[in-house]
């Protein structure tokens, strides 16, 4: 088949020009922070196939849904009211701009020491974020959902872009049973049992709310000599530069988590999870020395709740979220 010819969405070869155009509308709706045309088409079809939420008293079809619940989390979920719609994702593959080295002067030279926080690099992963998260509750909006629940992310970096990220945002689109739709739709982190639980308490999820933190630490004199010289290891002693970077990223984490579910007005923050990586860079100082240096990256997230009637998830929800190095 001639590399000019695509196939279409039904597996039948395009024609060029047609194959050209829907690319470039693909990646206008990229560049302007949505999904593909023709995954807002597929999304359409299904939502008009189960009958579009047009109000109180509309017949619902159920056409074949998918989704990655578990058996145990379909059951309890349909228990609470919630049906599957279809499983939804959001993705971005983000380029990351110049970040410059702390620390570091010509011929390795130290212009201070610390825990410095790679600005470009936090921003990057959280914003690559973002946009995977939005286009997944753009997806479920189009399939007519009110929520995603059991949204989990997947991040990393590949080798035909080196300067480049990407998140990827999982999840399963679900409806409710009652008339009143939510629009846009709520993301939930959290599994089938534990909304299933949260619910029966009396509370319901408002958003997802998450941050990251990339430091880099340049040590102190001491704490060079530990782990570099040969007598670093005749006595045990803690590394309170590499344990302050640590304490430090944390608190700038959470200070963003928290500024995020206060922005939804949230009473609390459940599910929440935390992973930390720790890479080592070793430098060059001169005169045949070198120095350990690390760079610790902090993610982390969670699912906003407010204490409210549990079948109740008519709320609007926005996003700014984490990433990962």
């Given at each position: 088949?001639?590399?000019?010819?695509r196939?279409?969405?039904?597996?039948?070869?395009?024609?060029?020009a047609?194959?050209?155009?829907?690319?470039?509308a693909?990646?206008?709706?990229?560049?302007?922070g949505?999904?593909?045309?023709?995954?807002?088409?597929?999304?359409?079809?299904?939502r008009e196939a189960?009958?579009?939420?047009?109000?109180?008293?509309?017949?619902?079809v159920?056409?074949?849904?998918?989704s990655?619940?578990s058996?145990?989390?379909?059951?309890?979920l349909?228990?609470?009211?919630?049906?599957?719609?279809?499983q939804?994702?959001?993705s971005s593959?983000?380029?990351?701009g110049?970040?410059g080295t702390?620390?570091?002067?010509?011929?390795g030279?130290?212009?201070?020491?610390?825990?410095?926080?790679?600005e470009v690099?936090?921003e990057a992963?959280?914003n690559?974020?973002?946009?995977?998260l939005?286009?997944?509750?753009?997806?479920a909006r189009?399939?007519?959902?009110?929520?995603?629940v059991g949204?989990?992310?997947?991040w990393?970096?590949?080798?035909?872009?080196?300067n480049a990220v990407e998140?990827v945002?999982?999840g399963?689109?679900v409806r409710t049973?009652?008339a009143?739709?939510?629009?846009?739709?709520?993301l939930?982190d959290?599994?089938g049992q534990?909304l299933?639980n949260l619910?029966?308490?009396?509370?319901?999820?408002v958003?997802?709310v998450?941050?990251?933190t990339?430091?880099?630490?340049?040590?102190?004199?001491?704490?060079?000599a530990?782990t570099t010289?040969w007598?670093?290891?005749?006595?045990?002693?803690?590394l309170p530069?590499?344990?302050?970077a640590i304490?430090t990223?944390?608190?700038?984490?959470f200070?963003?988590?928290?500024a995020?579910?206060?922005?939804?007005g949230?009473?609390?923050?459940v599910?929440v999870s935390i992973?930390?990586?720790?890479?080592?860079?070793?430098?060059?100082?001169?005169?045949n020395?070198r120095?350990?240096?690390?760079i610790?990256?902090?993610h982390?997230?969670g699912?906003?709740?407010?204490e409210?009637?549990g079948?109740d998830?008519d709320v609007?929800?926005?996003?700014?979220?984490?990433?990962?190095?």
């Amino acid at each position: 088949m001639p590399f000019s010819h695509r196939r279409g969405p039904d597996g039948t070869q395009q024609d060029p020009a047609a194959a050209e155009a829907d690319l470039q509308a693909s990646l206008a709706a990229l560049a302007r922070g949505g999904i593909p045309p023709r995954a807002e088409q597929r999304l359409a079809e299904l939502r008009e196939a189960r009958g579009a939420p047009q109000g109180a008293g509309y017949e619902e079809v159920r056409p074949l849904f998918t989704s990655d619940l578990s058996v145990n989390e379909f059951a309890l979920l349909t228990a609470t009211g919630l049906r599957p719609v279809t499983q939804v994702m959001g993705s971005s593959v983000y380029h990351v701009g110049w970040q410059g080295t702390p620390g570091t002067f010509f011929g390795g030279l130290t212009m201070g020491r610390g825990s410095f926080e790679l600005e470009v690099l936090s921003e990057a992963w959280n914003n690559a974020r973002s946009l995977a998260l939005s286009r997944l509750q753009q997806e479920a909006r189009f399939a007519g959902a009110d929520a995603v629940v059991g949204v989990h992310i997947q991040w990393g970096a590949h080798d035909f872009a080196p300067n480049a990220v990407e998140m990827v945002a999982v999840g399963t689109a679900v409806r409710t049973s009652g008339a009143e739709r939510t629009d846009p739709p709520v993301l939930c982190d959290l599994s089938g049992q534990d909304l299933w639980n949260l619910l029966r308490a009396g509370y319901r999820p408002v958003g997802v709310v998450g941050a990251t933190t990339i430091f880099y630490v340049v040590p102190q004199w001491s704490t060079q000599a530990l782990t570099t010289s040969w007598l670093s290891g005749r006595s045990n002693q803690e590394l309170p530069d590499f344990t302050q970077a640590i304490y430090t990223a944390r608190e700038v984490a959470f200070g963003h988590l928290s500024a995020q579910a206060q922005a939804f007005g949230a009473h609390g923050i459940v599910g929440v999870s935390i992973d930390q990586k720790i890479g080592r860079r070793e430098v060059e100082t001169g005169n045949n020395t070198r120095r350990i240096d690390l760079i610790v990256t902090l993610h982390v997230l969670g699912t906003a709740i407010v204490e409210g009637p549990g079948r109740d998830l008519d709320v609007h929800t926005t996003l700014d979220l984490r990433g990962a190095l």
